[in-house]
């Protein structure tokens, strides 16, 4: 069974800015988990830290790998394992994404992440087309790691967060 998986990317700077490549085909000498047919790149921009995107995942035949990439900011990004048949069942994985990160998020998954600094931009190629019909949402809130650590990070401040992402269906966990 696959898994979550933080992998290294270069990122180039000089005196104009930088320049991280992202390909799009992964052949021989790459990780396997990456050799997906990537048939869209998502863009999420988001200008306050403290806003939080997910728990999100596709279900079925309409089931999605991700593969996160930030171009800008810091995210911590959070997995959770919703395979019935997998022994890590409702494990939660935590990353801290940066620019030289990329995030691989196998079919399966549960997928969130919340911003640490402001005008933080993640791209996310998907292996599966979006279905309306097939999409799930998990409140964050019934893990109590995603939960503990939301609170710690943003403090007293405010998070922000969809109105779709505030009135999801509990998971019980």
Do not use: C
Not at 53 to 79: C, M, N, P, Y
Not at 103 to 121: R, S
Not at 128 to 149: A, H, M, R
């Amino acid at each position: 069974m696959e898994e979550g998986l933080l992998i290294y990317n270069s990122v180039f700077e000089d005196n104009r800015g930088t320049f991280a490549p992202l390909p799009l085909k992964f052949g021989e000498g790459k990780l396997s988990v990456l050799r997906k047919n990537w048939v869209q790149s998502n863009v999420s921009v988001n200008p306050n830290k403290f806003t939080f995107r997910g728990l999100h995942f596709q279900v079925g035949e309409f089931a999605q790998s991700k593969l996160i990439k930030v171009i800008t900011g810091e995210i911590i990004d959070f997995i959770v394992d919703i395979r019935h048949s997998s022994p890590n069942y409702l494990k939660i994985y935590k990353f801290v994404v940066k620019p030289n990160n990329e995030l691989f998020v196998p079919k399966g998954f549960a997928h969130g992440f919340i911003t640490t600094e402001d005008n933080t931009v993640v791209q996310y190629l998907v292996d599966n087309d979006y279905s309306p019909l097939n999409e799930g949402s998990i409140f964050w809130g019934d893990f109590n790691l995603i939960k503990q650590t939301i609170e710690r990070v943003i403090g007293d401040s405010k998070l922000i967060i969809s109105t779709k992402d505030l009135v999801t269906k509990n998971f019980n966990v």
